[in-house]
C-alpha cells in the first residue's frame, strides 16, 4: 500500500491542524493505521492508531484529549485532527500501515507515507 500524508503546516500554538493520509494499492481496511512523529534528534515516536473498523482507537497518555485519528475506508484516508498545539509538537508527521491491529511500535508497521511536517510557533 502506497500513503501520502499531507496538511502540515506553520500553525501558532494554540492552533489547529488537520492532517490526512491518502492511500492506494492494496486493500487499504485491511490495515491498522497508525501516525508517528519524530522530532529533530529524537526517536520516532506513535501518536495514534485505529483499527479497520476504528472500534479500537489507541494514543498514547501524552496525546489523549488533543489529538483525534479517524478513518474513512470508502477515500483510503486516516485523519489526524490535532488541537491546542504546542511548540513541542513540531515534528514530522508519518501515516502508516500495520497488519496487527494495535501496533504501537515502529518495528510493526509495514508501510510508511513520507511524512508531512508540523511547526508550531510560540
Known amino acids: 500500500v502506497q500513503l501520502q500524508a499531507s496538511g502540515g503546516g506553520l500553525v501558532q500554538a494554540g492552533g489547529s491542524l488537520r492532517l490526512s493520509c491518502a492511500a492506494s494499492?492494496?486493500?487499504?481496511?485491511?490495515?491498522?493505521m497508525g501516525w508517528f512523529r519524530q522530532a529533530p534528534g529524537k526517536e520516532r515516536e506513535f501518536v495514534a492508531g485505529?483499527?479497520?473498523?476504528?472500534?479500537?482507537?489507541d494514543y498514547p497518555d501524552a496525546m489523549k484529549g488533543r489529538f483525534t485519528i479517524s478513518r474513512d475506508n470508502a477515500k483510503n484516508t486516516v485523519y489526524l485532527e490535532m488541537n491546542s498545539l504546542k511548540p513541542e509538537d513540531t515534528a514530522v508527521y508519518y501515516c502508516?500501515?500495520?497488519?496487527?491491529?494495535?501496533?504501537?511500535?515502529?518495528?510493526?508497521?509495514?508501510?510508511w507515507g513520507q511524512g508531512t511536517l508540523v511547526t508550531v510557533s510560540s
Open positions: 494499492g492494496r486493500t487499504f481496511s485491511r490495515y491498522y
Open positions: 485505529i483499527t479497520w473498523s476504528s472500534n479500537f482507537i
Open positions: 502508516a500501515a500495520a497488519l496487527s491491529d494495535r501496533a504501537m511500535s515502529v518495528t510493526s508497521y509495514a508501510f
